[in-house]
C-alpha cells in the first residue's frame, strides 16, 4: 500500500494513491486555504469508511437493507505529545436490529483494519533523502 504527497503551496498537498487524488489543507486560520480535510479530518474519515464497509458488508451478508448507513467518528485533542484520543464510531442503521444482529454489526465494526491499527499502534520508521548536495 502506498500513497504519494506533493506540496501545491503554503499548507496545502495533493495526496494521491492509485488513480485517485484529493487535497489535504489547513483552515484559514492554520494559515491554508480550507481547500480539504486537515490531516487528522483524513484520519478520522479512514477510521470512519472502514468502519462504515464492515458494518455495511455485514447487513449485506444477513440480507438487510443498508441504504440510510450512516457513520459519525469523534475525538478530542490531547497531550503532550499532540495526538488524538477517545475516539466514538456511531453507526446508524436504517433498522431495527435484533439483539444477535447487533452483537454480529459490533463484531463486524470491530474487524476494521484502521481501528485494529489504532488499537496495536505500528512501527513507524522515518527515513529523510535529500536530493541536495550541501
Do not use: W
Not at 495533493?14 to 486560520?29: G, I, N
Request: charged share 20%.
Amino acid at each position: 500500500m502506498e500513497i504519494n504527497l506533493k506540496l501545491l503551496g503554503d499548507v496545502k498537498f495533493e495526496v494521491a494513491a492509485r488513480k485517485h487524488s484529493l487535497v489535504c489543507d489547513q483552515p484559514t486560520e492554520a494559515g491554508g486555504s480550507d481547500e480539504g480535510m486537515t490531516p487528522p479530518e483524513l484520519l478520522l474519515a479512514s477510521l470512519g469508511t472502514c468502519a462504515a464497509y464492515y458494518a455495511s458488508a455485514y447487513l449485506r451478508k444477513r440480507g438487510l437493507p443498508r441504504d440510510g448507513v450512516e457513520v459519525r467518528v469523534t475525538a478530542g485533542k490531547a497531550g503532550p505529545p499532540a495526538r488524538l484520543d477517545n475516539f466514538v464510531i456511531e453507526v446508524k442503521v436504517p433498522l431495527a436490529l435484533s439483539e444477535a444482529d447487533r452483537a454480529g454489526m459490533d463484531q463486524a465494526v470491530h474487524h476494521c483494519l484502521i481501528h485494529n491499527t489504532l488499537l496495536h499502534p505500528p512501527a513507524i520508521q522515518i527515513e529523510l533523502h535529500s536530493t541536495a548536495t550541501v
